[in-house]
């Protein structure tokens, strides 16, 4: 009971600190005060705990960041008063309410759904919870894992905290972040139109807006197999289906999916809707994006500036290109200036940008993550240190051809016509927002609006990944993360810019946009109605049984700091125990040596491997060979834990085991 109620001191320490960081860092409208303090405060404590991290025990950095977050707060806002206390609380219960909500559903949802990194996520949650920050990889203790884990670190800090199993503890982060996400896009979009109908509509835009794949179904038969004929599935798509024009009838197969398929019509490879939004970054980058969208405008005075660099040095670590694309933005927005002004002069204004630019990436390049590793690389070698590898690489080729790469669908020539047809169906109709989102950039540029000007030319970073392949060790498909940085405006701006335009428009002009709107919504909106059905039904992520959380309660973060854990299910062990194990070159691929230990885990093998401990399960047991069998009821193995219960998947009597064979010599 303690601990839970220490950790919703925790959450409150944290959350009054943003709501103190909001109102005194800016001049936000009461109104936007509480969606946006719960925002900054999360975020801002969360990237003062990673920094506290590097050389804190866990529990010191967690409680750091939350009560520096505090202690911010309290300082920008003394002295405190009546008048400045009733500014935190919200104008509306309604805000309170759907915060809540919106954090339950999507939490429910998640606890049904094993899909996309969890086999990564939940490791590295683990190590981070027992202090591995910045994190390294999971499966070797002697590479970094150069990650955008800044919303792993959160789940960390409430597995820590609050007691809860790092899935469930995952779950809850991706539920909290779902909830700032919508609420603050619902009050951007309607403090931009002064609509309320405009706003509910753009959060559900926000939700639901993704690619239009299934509108192939309404081409005759022979175009579709035509099409087919050029495209070359990838990844899960080529494990699901034989070819696009079958794959369009069938389901698509991934593990861990809802107890109801989802259509592989209605999926997408390029613009996935926001509600999939299962990865290692969830939600939490776009809240973090529309959140620097509101409060930049508010800006006091060297308060906020000081807030801001601190949200922009965690979009680095979340979003490593989409801070780079923003940037990018912002110089192509001053070159863009000072062609129309026909003068280099620096406006004013556009001073603490570079400011801002140059803090933030000063702690980019440190805090760890993508863009920690990248300047590790290109300082490294010249200062001679011989350090750790990095579990990353990135490079990039010149594609001769404009290709947009989709994780379904594959490599897709805009300059073929049936591949160019497969693209603009899998981008979908948010295309037809460039123009306006254009013209809107340029006339932020001529108002000096800065930040929304750069989210517009930053654009043009992903339209230059259509000349760019991506060869590092996150595999092709990472290319179209590059054009998300063109899609993200589009998503961002089209609802507000579009109502606006559409008020003095034909009725038949309304129309047509509202189709459009609906034909980008609907295949968001039948995969949200399918993985709602995961709610009720709760999974165990890992191949993980009942008895593997009884062991989890009782040895987390028990063993010895060092201790290496050998497990056949490489994952499960690091999860249980919080402890590394040495198994795998990538995520994907195995060591040989490793290979060769699992098919014959001869205790002595294992100790000159390096390993301590032996974590393995009854049906492990029946698949070992009468010797490994017999040499692990040898008098030097020693029985640490065991946990007796039924399998959930074949209701049969079952127990893992874990033991200590550090006296096999």
């Given at each position: ?173 991706r539920g909290f972040f779902f909830a700032p996400t919508l609420l603050l896009t619902y009050l951007w979009v309607g403090r931009m139109t002064r609509s309320r109908l405009a706003a509910y509509a753009g959060a559900l835009f926000a939700a639901f807006a993704g690619g239009a794949r299934w509108l192939l179904l ?116 001053l070159l863009f200036h000072w062609i129309r002004t026909r003068s280099i002069k620096i406006p004013r204004d556009f001073l603490p940008w570079i400011g801002l630019g140059a803090a933030s990436g000063f702690f980019a390049a440190f805090q760890g993550g993508v863009l920690t590793e990248i300047v590790r690389g ?183 700091p060092d201790a290496l854990v050998f497990d056949t299910l490489p994952a499960r062990a690091v999860t249980i125990f919080g402890r590394f194990t040495d198994s795998n070159e990538t995520w994907y691929v195995p060591k040989q040596s490793w290979i060769a230990l699992a098919q014959n885990p001869f205790l002595r ?61």
């Amino acid at each position: 009971m303690l601990e839970k109620l220490l950790f919703i001191l925790w959450l409150l320490t944290w959350t009054l600190g943003g709501l103190l960081l909001a109102s005194a860092a800016f001049h936000l409208p009461r109104r936007l005060t509480f969606g946006v303090g719960l925002t900054l405060g999360a975020v801002t404590q969360v990237w003062f705990a990673n920094l506290f991290g590097f050389f804190l025990p866990a529990p010191a950095a967690f409680w750091t960041g939350a009560l520096l977050t505090l202690a911010l707060g309290l300082i920008f806002s003394w002295p405190l008063n009546f008048d400045k206390l009733r500014q935190l609380i919200p104008t509306s219960w309604g805000q309170i309410l759907a915060l809540l909500f919106l954090t339950y559903l999507f939490t429910a949802i998640g606890r049904g759904l094993l899909l996309f990194e969890d086999y990564q996520n939940l490791p590295t949650i683990s190590l981070m919870a027992r202090g591995d920050i910045p994190p390294t990889f999971a499966l070797d203790p002697n590479v970094r894992f150069g990650y955008h884990y800044l919303m792993l670190l959160f789940a960390a800090q409430v597995t820590l905290l609050s007691g809860i199993v790092p899935w469930n503890a995952l779950d809850l982060t991706r539920g909290f972040f779902f909830a700032p996400t919508l609420l603050l896009t619902y009050l951007w979009v309607g403090r931009m139109t002064r609509s309320r109908l405009a706003a509910y509509a753009g959060a559900l835009f926000a939700a639901f807006a993704g690619g239009a794949r299934w509108l192939l179904l309404l081409l005759p038969i022979t175009w579709v197999a035509s099409l087919s004929q050029s495209i070359t599935l990838l990844g899960s798509a080529a494990q699901s289906v034989p070819d696009l024009a079958r794959g369009l009838l069938l389901p698509w197969a991934i593990n861990g999916g809802a107890p109801l398929p989802f259509p592989f019509a209605f999926v997408n490879g390029i613009t996935p809707p926001l509600i999939l939004s299962h990865g290692g970054s969830g939600m939490m980058v776009s809240a973090l994006t529309v959140l620097i969208l509101i409060v930049y405008r508010f800006v006091r005075d060297w308060r906020g500036g000081l807030v801001m660099v601190v949200l922009l040095a965690a979009l680095a670590n979340l979003s490593e290109h989409a801070y780079l694309a923003a940037f990018f933005g912002l110089g192509l927005a001053l070159l863009f200036h000072w062609i129309r002004t026909r003068s280099i002069k620096i406006p004013r204004d556009f001073l603490p940008w570079i400011g801002l630019g140059a803090a933030s990436g000063f702690f980019a390049a440190f805090q760890g993550g993508v863009l920690t590793e990248i300047v590790r690389g290109l300082l490294g070698p010249r200062a001679g240190a011989v350090s750790q590898a990095s579990y990353f690489t990135v490079g990039f080729s010149l594609n001769p051809r404009p290709t947009v790469i989709s994780g379904h669908l594959g490599l897709l020539d805009l300059t073929n016509p049936r591949q160019l047809v497969v693209a603009l169906f899998e981008i979908g109709p948010i295309l037809l927002a460039l123009p306006i989102v254009a013209v809107w950039g340029w006339k932020m540029l001529k108002a000096h609006r800065w930040w929304d000007a750069a989210l517009v030319f930053g654009g043009v970073m992903g339209i230059a990944s259509l000349f760019l392949q991506y060869e590092g060790s996150a595999g092709v498909t990472a290319t179209s993360r590059l054009f998300g940085d063109l899609l993200t405006p589009l998503t961002l701006f089209a609802v507000p810019l579009l109502w606006t335009w559409a008020k003095s428009r034909s009725v038949r002009v309304k129309q047509t946009l509202l189709l459009l709107g609906f034909v980008t919504i609907f295949g968001g909106l039948i995969l949200f109605g399918i993985e709602m059905t995961a709610a009720q039904k709760p999974v165990l992520p890992l191949a993980m049984q009942p008895m593997d959380i009884q062991i989890y309660n009782e040895y987390w973060d028990k063993l010895e700091p060092d201790a290496l854990v050998f497990d056949t299910l490489p994952a499960r062990a690091v999860t249980i125990f919080g402890r590394f194990t040495d198994s795998n070159e990538t995520w994907y691929v195995p060591k040989q040596s490793w290979i060769a230990l699992a098919q014959n885990p001869f205790l002595r093998d294992l100790r000159a491997a390096g390993y301590d401990y032996f974590y393995y399960s009854l049906i492990n047991w029946e698949s070992f060979s009468p010797e490994v069998q017999s040499a692990l009821e040898d008098s030097c193995v020693k029985l640490v834990v065991q946990a007796d219960g039924i399998r959930s998947d074949t209701l049969r009597p079952s127990w893992v085991r874990l033991v200590d064979i550090r006296g096999c010599e």
